[in-house]
């Protein structure tokens, strides 16, 4: 081969390696925008978009999620958010609002954002995450199959959940024999259906008190107090989450053990709680938002259920109570905060 045809040679081969560079850097370009209608409580210290800025690890686990993916707030992606803080009736406002940004895609947090977000546009895709038993609350037409614009994670395999925190409860509170159950307003009816279900299984009656606002708590736990509940179950939903604080430390005024589908609320002090491990599921969110991007069509991209649920028992809070705790629901438990 001739010097020159070498030369040639080696520049033909470096262009064709270089084309998807080219391609990639292209792409790369392109500034990719995500609207986020979250059921939670604004943060303090958010950008001018009323996102986090640090502090939340369930945000930061999506956001890691999401740069891992070459994905970088402030270089080829805005986000931005809005909150319910708890409120439903505030969803279908804040839905057209983020839907008016005209974001490539939607994320929302809870039944009822979701349910808003659907409303608010049937042709932009959705990814859902914080949703017990979407097919159930119509969402999406199945799991492996969800249709339509929608899809995402599930926050629990199903409506189950319930009777599994009040299994655990009687574990933890054998002789409890009446039940208070705290939820807002009167809650979903597969869940309760299922509550009502183990709760005849296993031999407990429970008094159900629903709550729309702050300010209702306090007369729900005197309540509670009048009719002599043993134990509490408190129910998933975006306004408990909102409120975990207040909840429990009425209720330890009110010396209940209760049982929360909030990890959050066994670090305020509560006793016991069982949920799914939440910054797994939140840094999975980037794996949707990514295919999305790429082109896929959220009506093909199957549902995932979580796999790893976490226990976590706050000894402190039963000593204070006078409870012991059985060795065989230690054992169990993903952490034991002593």
């Known amino acids: 081969m001739k010097p020159r045809d070498a030369v040639l040679s080696v520049i ?36 001018p978009q009323g996102c986090p800025i640090k502090g939340d690890p369930l945000w930061q686990a999506w956001v890691e999620g999401l740069r891992e993916r070459g994905y970088i707030q402030g270089q080829n992606l805005v986000i931005e958010c809005r909150w319910t803080e708890g409120r439903d009736e505030r969803g279908a406002a804040l839905a057209a609002e983020v839907v008016s940004l005209n974001p490539d895609l939607l994320v929302a947090y809870g039944t009822a954002q979701v349910r808003a977000a659907k409303q608010a546009t049937g042709t932009l895709p959705i990814v859902m995450v914080g949703v017990i038993n979407p097919v159930g609350r119509g969402l999406v037409a199945s799991l492996a199959r969800p249709g339509g614009n929608v899809t995402g994670l599930a926050d629990a395999a199903g409506p189950d959940i319930a009777g599994k925190l009040l299994q655990l409860l009687k574990e933890a509170v054998p002789t409890a024999a009446r039940v208070a159950v705290l939820g807002y307003s009167s809650g979903e009816a597969t869940y309760q259906s299922d509550l009502q279900a183990a709760a005849q299984a296993l031999g407990v009656t429970l008094q159900s008190y629903g709550v729309r606002a702050p300010e209702e708590l306090e007369g729900a736990f005197t309540a509670m107090t009048k009719t002599e509940a043993e134990a509490l179950l408190v129910q998933p939903h975006p306004f408990i989450g909102a409120h975990i604080q207040k909840i429990v430390d009425l209720a330890a005024q009110s010396r209940l053990p209760a049982v929360y589908p909030f990890r959050s609320a066994v670090n305020a002090g509560g006793l016991m709680a069982y949920q799914t491990n939440q910054p797994d599921i939140y840094r999975r969110l980037s794996f949707y938002v990514d295919k999305i991007f790429n082109g896929a069509k959220p009506g093909d991209l199957p549902v995932e259920q979580p796999t790893k649920f976490d226990l976590v028992i706050n000894l402190q809070t039963a000593k204070t109570l006078g409870l012991t705790i059985p060795q065989s629901l230690l054992s169990r438990a993903d952490k034991v905060i002593e």
């Open 12 to 47: 033909l081969a470096l262009g064709l390696l270089a084309a998807p560079l080219v391609a990639d850097a292209q792409q790369s370009g392109k500034v990719f925008r995500i609207g986020y209608l979250s059921a939670g409580l604004a943060p303090t210290d958010k950008t």
